[in-house]
């Protein structure tokens, strides 16, 4: 069975920095895309940023080069650097991979989340 597990959120003060990662596990033959989504009560999930299986980058406006998506393929693993956090990046963080599993086919899974909390 595939499971996402997301870390590192917590805790930072306005200017701060985090890491998030994520971990894929299970019987897995391939990852391809990866994804960090962002959701606040109230709020729709909204896409953070996205890597390609070719290491393309891509992020949402609101990211303004203050975040970096990247990927371990050995490791079954996508980080999120948050660096200059500001108190409106306070949410639920979410990862989301498309994996094909030992059934060969493919499929998008998600993790269950890690909160992110930013003080002014």
């Known amino acids: 069975q595939v499971q996402l597990v997301e870390s590192g959120g917590g805790l930072v003060q306005a200017g701060g920095s985090l890491r998030l990662s994520c971990t894929a596990s299970g019987i897995i033959f391939s990852i391809g895309d990866m994804s960090w989504y962002r959701q606040t009560p109230g709020k729709e999930r909204e896409l953070v940023a996205t890597i390609t299986g070719e290491d393309m980058a891509i992020y949402a406006d609101f990211v303004k080069g203050r975040f970096t998506i990247s990927r371990d393929d050995a490791e079954k693993t996508v980080y999120l650097q948050l660096n200059s956090l500001k108190p409106e990046d306070t949410a639920v963080y979410y990862c989301?991979?498309?994996?094909?599993?030992?059934?060969?086919?493919?499929?998008?899974?998600w993790g269950q989340g890690t909160q992110v909390t930013v003080s002014s």
């Open positions: 989301s991979a498309n994996i094909e599993s030992y059934t060969r086919r493919s499929f998008y899974y």
